[in-house]
């Protein structure tokens, strides 16, 4: 876990995600991101210099596979971390696979989890929201930004989203997926399985594969791809020409 620790608080540190008196959210899904971020930050707590109250929020999409044993598995953690658990309960799988029959539900699905999140914090109180992406997410978002969308891209460390008034942090963005990963398994942490069909079948799921064949042929590929996000000053891109 030190290893974890010792990451996620240079990432707080370096963009100043967490301040005096902040009220912070975690967005609690069940993956092993979120599990451990819960645990992270309940840690961190009590040694961090800034004095912080710290809530989980889980979104229940009800998918009628999701384990109800692991789901109390989850509360029960929360508890013995003395951390209160929210169950935000929503019909978000009925409307994206019953009503509208979508085709490609990612995109939709992530606003109206995010959509009822934000709900849920601005009537406990209003807060800052943290979410549990780790540094292959921002590798794969800017690959996927750079393919799909035609732009160097990737999702900021910290954001304000002005329409609810939450603000956003990422505390897990230096740690890589199979660290954490391993400290999930090492500390025996309670997952709740994803039981949406569309689990490893999506666009970010082919470029995760993809980075990993790339790997296979230059191994330090990822960590280019982490460095030039990390460190933009090294970036030397075209200016826009006067004229088309």
């Known amino acids: 876990m030190q290893k974890i620790l010792s990451a996620m608080r240079r990432a707080i540190q370096n963009y100043a995600m967490i301040e005096d008196g902040d009220k912070i959210y975690i967005g609690l899904s069940g993956g092993k991101d979120s599990v451990l971020l819960l645990n992270a930050l309940a840690a961190y707590r009590r040694f961090s210099p800034e004095h912080f109250t710290l809530e989980a929020v889980t979104i229940d999409m009800d998918l009628k596979e999701t384990s109800t044993e692991e789901m109390q598995a989850l ?9 209160p658990h929210h169950i935000v309960k929503t019909d978000i799988a009925e409307i994206i696979f019953d009503a509208r029959k979508e085709s490609n539900p990612c995109s939709l699905c992530a606003k109206m989890r ?3 999140l934000n709900s849920k914090i601005n009537e406990l109180g209003g807060g800052k929201l943290a979410l549990g992406h780790n540094a292959d ?3 794969e978002t800017m690959l996927m930004s750079l393919l799909y969308e035609g732009r160097f891209s990737c999702f900021s460390p910290t954001a304000y989203m ?10 897990f963005i230096y740690i890589e997926e199979c660290d954490i990963k391993s400290a999930v398994e090492r500390l025996s942490l309670p997952i709740v399985h994803n039981p949406c ?4 079948v999506t666009k970010r799921e082919y470029v995760k594969d993809l980075i990993k064949t790339i790997c296979k042929d230059i191994p330090f590929a990822k ?4 460095g030039a996000i990390y460190h933009p000053e090294r970036n030397n891109l075209w200016d826009k020409p006067s004229q088309d």
């Open 137 to 139: 997410d921002v590798a």
């Open 162 to 171: 002005d329409k609810t008034g939450v603000a956003l942090i990422r505390p």
């Open 223 to 226: 960590d280019r791809i982490l």
């Open 75 to 83: 509360s029960e953690n929360c508890r013995a971390l003395d951390v």
């Open 197 to 200: 069909p569309m689990n490893h």
């Open 114 to 116: 995010r959509g009822a």
